[in-house]
């Protein structure tokens, strides 16, 4: 049974750092693109970084870029989402997603399998 647990979120003022990760199982890890969403109240969600399963290439929304850093421990099973800089309109519940030998990494429907997902409040 293919698991993702999401952590690390919580409530942090306009500026502060916040670093998530995704911890998964039942799965061949270094196969799976991994990749990071959100969805704030009353949006769709929508995609925020990636890295890809191959050669470890990352991918990264425009909203995000210089501010949010994905990696990847294949050792640990582990995707880890660095959020620095953070400002109010991050504000979402953040999902880790798992794609097999993915190749389009910021396409939703692609994914496999998601998290529970983890709240991320940024406060003004």
């Known amino acids: 049974q293919v698991q993702l647990v999401e952590s690390g979120g919580g409530l942090v003022q306009a500026g502060g750092s916040l670093r998530l990760s995704c911890a998964a199982s039942g799965l061949t890890f270094s196969r799976y693109t991994m990749g990071w969403f959100r969805q704030a109240p009353g949006k769709e969600r929508e995609f925020v970084a990636a890295?890809?399963?191959?050669?470890?290439?990352?991918y990264d929304a425009d909203y995000v870029k210089g501010r949010f850093t994905i990696s990847r421990d294949n050792a640990k099973n582990t995707v880890y989402l660095q959020m620095n800089s953070l400002k109010p309109e991050d504000t979402a519940v953040y999902y880790c997603?798992?794609?097999?030998?993915?190749?389009?990494?910021?396409?939703?429907?692609?994914?496999?399998?998601w998290g529970r997902g983890t709240q991320v409040t940024v406060s003004s």
């Open positions: 997603a798992a794609g097999y030998l993915l190749a389009t990494p910021k396409n939703l429907a692609g994914y496999d399998y």
């Open positions: 890295v890809t399963w191959r050669d470890g290439m990352t």
